[in-house]
């Protein structure tokens, strides 16, 4: 069984004033380094991140690339929306049978959660983890939603909304970060205070 992980950081971060993927926690690590750290844990045959160009400028500013050790795909129109950068990392994909998508403000580090919806899969196209039956992030998705955002022409869908036509496995777990979304100053002081609001 291969897996890899699509990171999607092509968003302009206007709200926070920096590329969100280099935010960092308590441990001055990074949201991004985090996230590609839990992938590689799993044992993930590619991890892709897709970047704009200022967030690739930004990183070089580091003395430790992170992205040295991932396939980098840059989104020269971030405008297109979400939705486009998945086409971008799903069409750099190589065969495999899962992928995770993670939105890298949707900063999730847990290798057991990550391991435990591979193991749910079975049947389903897709699985969501949910937390009190709210659904969060990261997805996976199987190699026949693969396949179809590999062919996919049309850019202007989100995501959720292009998987209706796909069966969903919703995943309860423990783990209530997966419902975290860093949008704002305000929300990453809620986070790095661990109180992190999912309304």
Same mark, same amino acid.
């Given at each position: 069984?291969?897996?890899?992980?699509?990171?999607?950081?092509?968003?302009?971060?206007?709200?926070?004033?920096?590329?969100?993927?280099?935010?960092?926690?308590?441990?001055?690590?990074?949201?991004?380094?985090?996230?590609?750290?839990?992938?590689?844990?799993?044992?993930?045959?590619?991890?892709?991140?897709?970047?704009?160009?200022?967030?690739?400028?930004?990183?070089?500013?580091?003395?430790?690339? @992170?992205?040295?050790? +991932? /396939?980098?795909?840059?989104?020269?129109?971030?405008?297109? *929306?979400?939705?486009?950068?998945?086409? !971008?990392?799903?069409?750099?994909?190589?065969?495999?049978?899962?992928?995770?998508?993670?939105?890298?403000?949707?900063?999730?580090?847990?290798?057991?959660?990550?391991?435990?919806?591979?193991?749910?899969?079975?049947?389903?196209?897709y699985v969501v983890p949910s937390f009190n039956n709210k659904n969060g992030?990261?997805?996976? @998705?199987?190699?026949? +939603? /693969?396949?179809?955002?590999?062919?996919?022409?049309?850019? *202007?869908?989100?995501?959720?909304?292009? !998987?209706?036509?796909?069966?969903?496995?919703?995943?309860?777990?423990?783990?209530?970060?997966?419902?975290?979304?860093?949008?704002?100053?305000?929300?990453?002081?809620?986070?790095?205070?661990?109180?992190?609001?999912?309304?």
């Amino acid at each position: 069984m291969t897996v890899a992980a699509i990171i999607l950081a092509a968003g302009k971060s206007a709200r926070i004033g920096m590329p969100k993927a280099f935010l960092k926690d308590n441990n001055n690590k990074t949201f991004v380094e985090n996230i590609i750290n839990a992938y590689r844990i799993i044992r993930c045959n590619e991890i892709i991140v897709v970047l704009n160009e200022s967030v690739l400028q930004y990183s070089f500013k580091g003395d430790n690339n @992170i992205f040295n050790q +991932v /396939i980098v795909i840059t989104n020269h129109k971030p405008e297109l *929306g979400k939705f486009y950068s998945v086409l !971008l990392g799903a069409k750099a994909l190589s065969d495999v049978n899962f992928c995770f998508i993670q939105n890298v403000d949707n900063p999730v580090y847990e290798p057991s959660l990550l391991e435990q919806m591979i193991n749910a899969s079975g049947s389903s196209d897709y699985v969501v983890p949910s937390f009190n039956n709210k659904n969060g992030h990261p997805i996976l @998705i199987n190699d026949k +939603v /693969i396949n179809e955002l590999k062919n996919e022409s049309q850019t *202007g869908f989100k995501l959720n909304e292009y !998987l209706k036509s796909f069966t969903q496995k919703q995943l309860s777990v423990s783990v209530r970060s997966i419902l975290y979304n860093i949008n704002t100053e305000q929300d990453y002081y809620n986070y790095l205070q661990n109180e992190v609001t999912t309304t």
